[in-house]
Protein backbone atom coordinates (compact mmCIF):
# COMPACT_ATOMS: atom_id res chain seq x y z
CA UNK A 1 0.00 0.00 0.00
CA UNK A 2 1.46 3.62 -0.91
CA UNK A 3 0.70 6.40 1.79
CA UNK A 4 0.26 9.76 1.19
CA UNK A 5 0.06 13.08 3.59
CA UNK A 6 -1.12 16.42 2.45
CA UNK A 7 -0.13 19.12 5.15
CA UNK A 8 3.08 19.41 7.34
CA UNK A 9 2.58 21.21 10.08
CA UNK A 10 2.59 20.46 13.35
CA UNK A 11 0.56 17.84 13.39
CA UNK A 12 1.26 16.51 9.49
CA UNK A 13 4.89 15.87 10.87
CA UNK A 14 4.06 14.22 13.72
CA UNK A 15 1.80 12.17 11.25
CA UNK A 16 4.34 11.59 8.65
CA UNK A 17 7.12 10.07 11.44
CA UNK A 18 5.15 8.09 12.81
CA UNK A 19 4.53 6.40 9.38
CA UNK A 20 7.76 6.31 8.29
CA UNK A 21 9.10 5.02 12.05
CA UNK A 22 6.65 1.85 11.31
CA UNK A 23 8.17 1.29 7.81
CA UNK A 24 5.43 2.79 5.66
CA UNK A 25 5.98 3.88 2.30
CA UNK A 26 4.94 7.65 2.20
CA UNK A 27 4.53 10.81 -0.20
CA UNK A 28 4.27 13.73 1.35
CA UNK A 29 3.26 17.42 0.26
CA UNK A 30 3.14 20.68 2.09
CA UNK A 31 2.04 24.42 0.17
CA UNK A 32 5.32 25.56 1.75
CA UNK A 33 7.97 23.06 0.10
CA UNK A 34 10.82 23.75 2.79
CA UNK A 35 9.06 22.01 5.26
CA UNK A 36 9.10 18.59 3.93
CA UNK A 37 13.08 18.69 3.65
CA UNK A 38 13.90 16.75 7.30
CA UNK A 39 11.14 14.25 6.35
CA UNK A 40 13.46 13.67 3.04
CA UNK A 41 16.13 12.99 4.68
CA UNK A 42 14.31 10.52 6.76
CA UNK A 43 12.79 8.35 4.45
CA UNK A 44 9.55 10.22 2.66
CA UNK A 45 9.46 11.07 -0.96
CA UNK A 46 8.64 14.28 -1.51
CA UNK A 47 5.85 15.40 -4.52
CA UNK A 48 6.05 19.06 -5.60
CA UNK A 49 2.32 19.33 -6.30
CA UNK A 50 -0.66 17.87 -4.25
CA UNK A 51 -1.62 16.35 -7.47
CA UNK A 52 1.91 14.23 -8.03
CA UNK A 53 1.08 13.40 -4.42
CA UNK A 54 -2.04 12.19 -4.80
CA UNK A 55 -1.82 9.80 -8.02
CA UNK A 56 1.60 8.33 -5.82
CA UNK A 57 -0.61 6.68 -3.33
CA UNK A 58 -4.15 4.59 -2.20
CA UNK A 59 -4.89 5.95 0.97
CA UNK A 60 -4.59 9.55 0.72
CA UNK A 61 -4.48 11.32 4.29
CA UNK A 62 -4.88 15.21 4.49
CA UNK A 63 -4.42 17.37 7.39
CA UNK A 64 -3.94 20.93 6.83
CA UNK A 65 -5.37 24.30 8.41
CA UNK A 66 -9.11 24.39 7.90
CA UNK A 67 -11.79 22.48 5.42
CA UNK A 68 -10.96 25.71 2.87
CA UNK A 69 -7.68 24.73 2.64
CA UNK A 70 -8.15 21.07 2.08
CA UNK A 71 -10.62 22.29 -1.20
CA UNK A 72 -8.02 24.55 -2.23
CA UNK A 73 -5.14 22.03 -1.97
CA UNK A 74 -7.15 19.31 -4.07
CA UNK A 75 -9.25 21.73 -6.33
CA UNK A 76 -9.14 19.88 -9.70
CA UNK A 77 -6.95 17.13 -8.57
CA UNK A 78 -8.00 13.31 -9.72
CA UNK A 79 -9.17 11.43 -6.83
CA UNK A 80 -10.84 8.53 -8.99
CA UNK A 81 -10.35 5.07 -7.10
CA UNK A 82 -8.66 6.89 -4.15
CA UNK A 83 -9.12 6.26 -0.22
CA UNK A 84 -9.75 9.67 1.65
CA UNK A 85 -9.15 10.42 4.61
CA UNK A 86 -9.52 13.73 6.35
CA UNK A 87 -7.74 14.65 9.55
CA UNK A 88 -8.57 18.23 9.04
CA UNK A 89 -10.49 19.65 11.58
CA UNK A 90 -13.52 21.22 10.83
CA UNK A 91 -17.87 21.21 11.27
CA UNK A 92 -19.94 18.39 11.03
CA UNK A 93 -21.79 20.19 8.25
CA UNK A 94 -18.13 20.57 6.37
CA UNK A 95 -17.07 16.86 6.68
CA UNK A 96 -20.71 15.72 5.27
CA UNK A 97 -19.86 18.03 2.26
CA UNK A 98 -16.41 16.85 2.27
CA UNK A 99 -17.63 13.35 2.20
CA UNK A 100 -19.98 14.04 -0.83
CA UNK A 101 -17.99 16.23 -2.56
CA UNK A 102 -15.13 13.68 -2.52
CA UNK A 103 -17.05 10.56 -4.03
CA UNK A 104 -18.82 12.65 -6.47
CA UNK A 105 -14.48 12.48 -7.49
CA UNK A 106 -14.35 8.37 -7.22
CA UNK A 107 -13.07 8.53 -3.95
CA UNK A 108 -13.68 6.99 -1.12
CA UNK A 109 -13.98 9.52 2.41
CA UNK A 110 -13.34 9.15 5.90
CA UNK A 111 -13.23 11.71 8.53
CA UNK A 112 -11.13 11.54 11.32
CA UNK A 113 -10.78 13.97 14.29
CA UNK A 114 -7.85 14.09 16.03
CA UNK A 115 -7.94 13.41 20.20
CA UNK A 116 -4.26 14.07 20.81
CA UNK A 117 -1.54 16.77 20.24
CA UNK A 118 1.33 16.38 18.12
CA UNK A 119 3.68 14.85 21.05
CA UNK A 120 1.22 12.25 21.80
CA UNK A 121 1.36 10.69 17.69
CA UNK A 122 3.29 7.72 17.30
CA UNK A 123 3.09 6.82 21.61
CA UNK A 124 0.72 4.07 22.13
CA UNK A 125 0.80 4.94 25.65
CA UNK A 126 -0.06 8.74 25.80
CA UNK A 127 -3.68 7.63 25.13
CA UNK A 128 -4.24 9.87 22.07
CA UNK A 129 -6.76 8.52 19.70
CA UNK A 130 -8.48 9.77 16.30
CA UNK A 131 -12.32 9.38 15.47
CA UNK A 132 -13.23 8.44 12.10
CA UNK A 133 -16.85 8.28 10.28
CA UNK A 134 -17.86 7.53 7.19
CA UNK A 135 -16.81 4.81 4.70
CA UNK A 136 -16.38 1.46 7.01
CA UNK A 137 -15.29 -0.75 4.13
CA UNK A 138 -12.24 1.70 3.84
CA UNK A 139 -11.64 1.86 7.86
CA UNK A 140 -12.22 -1.86 8.07
CA UNK A 141 -9.09 -2.22 4.73
CA UNK A 142 -7.12 0.99 6.09
CA UNK A 143 -7.40 0.02 9.81
CA UNK A 144 -3.76 -1.37 10.31
CA UNK A 145 -2.40 2.03 8.96
CA UNK A 146 -4.26 4.58 10.32
CA UNK A 147 -3.85 3.12 13.79
CA UNK A 148 -0.43 3.59 13.88
CA UNK A 149 -0.65 7.58 14.87
CA UNK A 150 -2.95 6.69 17.03
CA UNK A 151 -5.66 4.39 18.34
CA UNK A 152 -8.57 4.66 15.69
CA UNK A 153 -11.73 4.85 16.69
CA UNK A 154 -15.12 4.44 14.15
CA UNK A 155 -17.76 5.97 15.43
CA UNK A 156 -20.54 6.09 12.16
CA UNK A 157 -20.88 5.79 8.83
CA UNK A 158 -22.14 9.51 9.01
CA UNK A 159 -19.48 11.43 8.02
CA UNK A 160 -20.34 14.09 10.10
CA UNK A 161 -20.15 11.96 12.68
CA UNK A 162 -16.19 12.16 14.12
CA UNK A 163 -16.62 16.12 13.64
CA UNK A 164 -19.42 15.90 15.96
CA UNK A 165 -17.60 13.73 18.84
CA UNK A 166 -14.59 15.31 18.47
CA UNK A 167 -16.00 19.44 18.55
CA UNK A 168 -18.53 17.98 21.45
CA UNK A 169 -15.29 16.93 23.14
CA UNK A 170 -13.55 19.64 22.86
CA UNK A 171 -16.03 21.89 23.86
CA UNK A 172 -16.27 19.96 27.14
CA UNK A 173 -12.87 20.70 27.58
CA UNK A 174 -13.47 24.61 26.82
CA UNK A 175 -15.27 24.67 29.74
CA UNK A 176 -12.68 22.52 32.12
CA UNK A 177 -10.21 25.28 30.98
CA UNK A 178 -13.13 28.07 32.05
CA UNK A 179 -13.65 26.60 35.45
CA UNK A 180 -10.00 26.10 35.68
CA UNK A 181 -8.75 30.08 34.77
CA UNK A 182 -11.50 30.62 36.96
CA UNK A 183 -10.20 28.81 40.04
CA UNK A 184 -6.30 29.86 39.56
CA UNK A 185 -7.45 33.38 39.10
CA UNK A 186 -9.46 33.02 42.68
CA UNK A 187 -6.37 31.78 44.45
CA UNK A 188 -4.08 35.05 42.56
CA UNK A 189 -2.66 37.34 45.65
CA UNK A 190 -2.73 34.72 48.37
CA UNK A 191 -0.31 32.92 50.07
CA UNK A 192 -0.55 29.43 47.98
CA UNK A 193 1.44 28.28 45.12
CA UNK A 194 -0.76 27.19 41.80
CA UNK A 195 1.55 24.20 41.92
CA UNK A 196 0.51 23.01 45.31
CA UNK A 197 -3.41 23.81 44.74
CA UNK A 198 -3.14 21.72 40.68
CA UNK A 199 -2.90 18.28 42.36
CA UNK A 200 -6.30 19.10 44.12
CA UNK A 201 -7.73 20.50 40.86
CA UNK A 202 -7.08 17.44 39.22
CA UNK A 203 -8.64 15.21 41.49
CA UNK A 204 -11.78 17.20 42.21
CA UNK A 205 -12.41 17.28 38.66
CA UNK A 206 -11.36 13.34 37.97
CA UNK A 207 -13.62 12.23 41.06
CA UNK A 208 -16.59 14.94 39.26
CA UNK A 209 -16.21 13.79 35.49
CA UNK A 210 -18.55 10.70 36.14
CA UNK A 211 -21.31 12.55 36.42
CA UNK A 212 -21.12 12.80 32.26
CA UNK A 213 -23.04 9.18 33.10
CA UNK A 214 -25.50 10.60 35.32
CA UNK A 215 -26.46 12.85 32.97
CA UNK A 216 -26.72 10.59 30.07
CA UNK A 217 -28.49 8.30 32.08
CA UNK A 218 -31.39 11.14 32.19
CA UNK A 219 -31.31 11.71 28.83
CA UNK A 220 -31.80 8.32 28.06
CA UNK A 221 -34.83 8.18 30.61
CA UNK A 222 -36.20 11.76 30.30
CA UNK A 223 -36.42 11.40 33.90
CA UNK A 224 -34.14 14.56 35.13
CA UNK A 225 -34.80 13.82 38.51
CA UNK A 226 -33.24 10.24 38.37
CA UNK A 227 -30.91 9.26 41.06
CA UNK A 228 -30.11 13.11 41.81
CA UNK A 229 -27.54 13.46 44.51
CA UNK A 230 -26.88 17.22 44.39
CA UNK A 231 -30.47 19.04 43.05
CA UNK A 232 -30.46 22.16 41.61
CA UNK A 233 -32.23 24.43 44.73
CA UNK A 234 -29.15 23.52 45.90
CA UNK A 235 -26.55 24.21 43.95
CA UNK A 236 -28.52 27.59 42.78
CA UNK A 237 -27.75 28.35 46.17
CA UNK A 238 -24.20 27.62 46.40
CA UNK A 239 -23.41 29.62 43.34
CA UNK A 240 -24.64 32.60 45.01
CA UNK A 241 -21.18 31.81 47.40
CA UNK A 242 -18.96 30.87 43.98
CA UNK A 243 -20.36 34.60 43.24
CA UNK A 244 -19.79 36.37 46.42
CA UNK A 245 -16.42 34.85 46.30
CA UNK A 246 -15.56 35.63 42.88
CA UNK A 247 -16.42 39.56 44.61
CA UNK A 248 -14.48 39.44 47.04
CA UNK A 249 -11.49 38.28 45.64
CA UNK A 250 -11.94 41.05 43.08
CA UNK A 251 -11.95 38.38 40.65
CA UNK A 252 -14.44 38.69 37.52
CA UNK A 253 -17.20 36.36 37.54
CA UNK A 254 -17.46 36.28 33.56
CA UNK A 255 -16.55 33.04 33.11
CA UNK A 256 -19.33 31.20 35.95
CA UNK A 257 -22.20 33.45 35.27
CA UNK A 258 -23.91 32.01 31.80
CA UNK A 259 -24.01 28.79 33.35
CA UNK A 260 -25.03 30.16 36.76
CA UNK A 261 -27.70 32.32 35.12
CA UNK A 262 -29.11 29.10 32.46
CA UNK A 263 -29.11 26.90 36.27
CA UNK A 264 -31.22 30.02 37.53
CA UNK A 265 -33.86 30.27 34.64
CA UNK A 266 -34.31 26.44 34.98
CA UNK A 267 -34.66 26.95 39.20
CA UNK A 268 -37.43 29.15 38.25
CA UNK A 269 -39.43 27.15 35.77
CA UNK A 270 -40.34 24.68 38.61
CA UNK A 271 -37.33 22.21 38.21
CA UNK A 272 -35.50 22.42 42.00
CA UNK A 273 -35.24 18.16 42.43
CA UNK A 274 -33.05 17.95 38.89
CA UNK A 275 -29.54 18.41 38.57
CA UNK A 276 -27.48 20.34 35.94
CA UNK A 277 -29.46 18.05 32.92
CA UNK A 278 -32.41 20.26 32.35
CA UNK A 279 -30.00 23.29 31.54
CA UNK A 280 -29.15 21.39 28.07
CA UNK A 281 -33.35 22.09 27.26
CA UNK A 282 -32.51 25.52 27.79
CA UNK A 283 -29.70 25.53 25.39
CA UNK A 284 -31.62 23.34 22.57
CA UNK A 285 -32.81 26.35 19.42
N1 LIG B 1 -1.73 20.82 16.55
C1 LIG B 1 -2.65 20.46 17.41
O1 LIG B 1 -2.46 20.45 18.60
C2 LIG B 1 -4.05 20.05 16.96
C3 LIG B 1 -4.47 18.74 17.57
C4 LIG B 1 -5.84 18.30 17.13
C5 LIG B 1 -6.00 18.38 15.62
N2 LIG B 1 -5.54 19.65 15.11
C6 LIG B 1 -5.92 19.91 13.72
O2 LIG B 1 -5.02 19.34 12.78
C7 LIG B 1 -4.99 20.14 11.61
C8 LIG B 1 -3.56 20.53 11.29
O3 LIG B 1 -3.02 21.14 12.43
P1 LIG B 1 -1.49 21.55 12.51
O4 LIG B 1 -1.14 21.55 13.97
O5 LIG B 1 -0.67 20.71 11.64
O6 LIG B 1 -1.57 23.04 11.96
P2 LIG B 1 -0.40 23.97 11.41
O7 LIG B 1 0.89 23.63 12.07
O8 LIG B 1 -0.90 25.36 11.54
O9 LIG B 1 -0.27 23.57 9.88
C9 LIG B 1 -1.27 23.91 8.95
C10 LIG B 1 -1.02 23.20 7.66
O10 LIG B 1 -2.02 23.57 6.71
C11 LIG B 1 -1.36 24.06 5.51
N3 LIG B 1 -2.21 25.03 4.85
C12 LIG B 1 -2.84 26.10 5.38
N4 LIG B 1 -3.56 26.73 4.45
C13 LIG B 1 -3.40 26.05 3.30
C14 LIG B 1 -3.90 26.20 1.97
N5 LIG B 1 -4.73 27.19 1.68
N6 LIG B 1 -3.52 25.30 1.03
C15 LIG B 1 -2.67 24.28 1.34
N7 LIG B 1 -2.15 24.08 2.56
C16 LIG B 1 -2.52 24.95 3.53
C17 LIG B 1 -0.06 24.63 6.04
O11 LIG B 1 0.82 24.76 4.94
P3 LIG B 1 2.04 25.82 4.99
O12 LIG B 1 1.54 27.04 5.76
O13 LIG B 1 3.17 25.15 5.69
O14 LIG B 1 2.31 26.12 3.59
C18 LIG B 1 0.34 23.56 7.02
O15 LIG B 1 0.86 22.43 6.37
C19 LIG B 1 -5.86 21.38 11.89
O16 LIG B 1 -7.12 21.21 11.31
C20 LIG B 1 -5.96 21.38 13.40
O17 LIG B 1 -7.15 21.99 13.87
C21 LIG B 1 -4.18 20.00 15.45
Not at 177 to 183: D, E, N, Q, R
Not at 200 to 220: D, F, K, N, R, S
Amino acid sequence: MELTLLGLGAMGTALARAWLAAGYPLTVWNRTAGRAAPLAAEGAAVAATAAEAVAAGDLVVVCLLDDASVGEALAGVDLTGKDLVNLTTGTPAQARARAEWAESRGARFLDGGIMAVPPMIGVPESGGYVLYSGSRALFDARHDALAVPAGARYVGTDPGFAALHDVALLSAMTGMFAGVSHAFALLRGEDLAPKDFAPLLVEWLTAMAPAAYEIAGQLESGDYTEGVVSNLAMMVEGNATLLRTAEEQRVSAELLIPFTALMERRLADGHADEGTTGVIELLIR
